[in-house]
């Protein structure tokens, strides 16, 4: 948003010192016709730029994200094996009323609780290097290079991307990841973690958000009992 404002005020800067160059020049022109219309062509386009600059902020993409720990953002899978995993998911929407283009979301930064009673006492992973993390129900047959990628479009739809997932099988929560590195942890095992995404696009300001994610390290099988025991809340 600042950045656009400075560069509507670097346009009308120079549309503005193009006009007092223009009066200057025509000051020594004795015709008033001639004036007349010079000043209209001015103004003209003067007006036409407003108009565009001020369409241009007003159609302007926004995008935001949205969580809560219930229903459809935290759910049990269905799927043909019985696993059923458990999945978190948190939503982007656009507000806007064009297109955000090219977006991909982006796990940031980890933190571990050090105190499980305080959320003040957070030791960061050093060295964590972001990584993509996965839309929901994306066509695994994607173009690998795109599958990042997505299009938000306006209309208060809510698009999916999968933060992590825990099945029966397993103790841990693993990050539901586009591409990940082999050098570092891509799960939490039980305690109490911090995260940070963010939504990135081509032609919308960055949202991001910091989640806290309560892990008690053991499976449930109902919808309740994993609420509880795999808590997550937006900060």
């Not at 004795?30 to 003209?44: K, Q």
């Not at 696009?201 to 309740?224: F, R, Y």
Request: proline content about 3%; charged content about 25%.
């Amino acid at each position: 948003m600042i950045k656009r404002k400075k560069n509507c005020a670097f346009v009308l800067s120079l549309v503005a010192i193009f006009v007092v160059m223009v009066v200057i020049y025509l000051s020594n022109i004795r015709e008033g016709v001639n004036l007349l219309v010079a000043f209209g062509t001015v103004g003209m386009t003067l007006i036409i730029v407003y108009i565009e600059i001020i369409r241009s902020w007003i159609r302007k993409p926004e995008i935001k994200i949205e969580f809560a720990n219930e229903m459809p953002y935290c759910r049990h899978a269905k799927t043909k094996n019985g696993l059923r995993p458990y999945y978190g998911h948190f939503a982007v929407v656009n507000s806007g009323q064009t297109s955000a283009d090219d977006c991909e979301a982006v796990l940031e930064r980890v933190w571990n609780s050090s105190n499980e009673k305080k959320n003040s006492d957070w030791e960061e992973w050093k060295n964590f290097i972001p990584c993509n993390l996965k839309w929901s129900a994306e066509d695994p047959n994607k173009d690998f290079e795109r599958a990042c990628f997505k299009t938000i479009y306006p209309g208060e739809r809510r698009y999916f991307c999968d933060i992590g997932r825990v099945t029966e099988k397993h103790d841990i929560f693993i990050f539901e990841l586009s591409r990940f590195f082999l050098s570092q942890v891509n799960y939490l095992s039980r305690g109490k973690y911090k995260i940070q995404i963010s939504v990135y696009s081509k032609n919308a300001a960055k949202a991001t958000k910091k989640l806290v994610i309560d892990w008690c390290g053991a499976w449930k099988d109902t919808q309740e009992k994993m609420q509880k025991c795999l808590k997550i809340e937006m900060l």
